[in-house]
């Protein structure tokens, strides 16, 4: 008991710092606007921001108010390079946010905690109603992952997809 507390609490701190990083990105590319490419492509457990040129395959996502992804499930080959384009077809903000499912279930918990919480990262894409939105990510790594809304509540009443990468 006691370590696995002493375990969340290191998570969390790594999170926050991640995020605090992320608040600052999203000054300087408020939603709604385009991101800027990414100036620093850094190695995450689920793969790498992915470069335009290197795109292999577009992969559209459909996000909708039942919380769901249509797919839901998605398989990739080691070292592809996907352009995930997103479409919200629902009447509230949605988004996706790739990751393992540790990281994801983590950083779901931290959304219900500080839901004002806001932050843009390579891996993520927030998208407005009837809006659309765009990831380019290489997948360098091989597992499975998970794709996720984490806007409270959504994340928790499934909006999760399967991710992987064999
Ligand atoms: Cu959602």
Redesign the pocket.
Known sequence: MKSRRRFLSAGIAGSLLVLSRGAYAHVAAPHGEKKPAPVEREQQPWGIAGEEKAVTRTIPIV?TDA?RFIPDRIEVRLGETIRFTHRNEGK????MVIGTPEALAEHAELMVKFPGMEHDEPWMAHVEPGGSGEIVWTFNRAGTFEFA?L?PG?FQAG?VGRLIVS
């Not at 509230?92 to 988004?95: A, G, N, Y």
């Open positions: 996000m919380m509230v903000m949605h988004e809304c806007i959504h909006m």
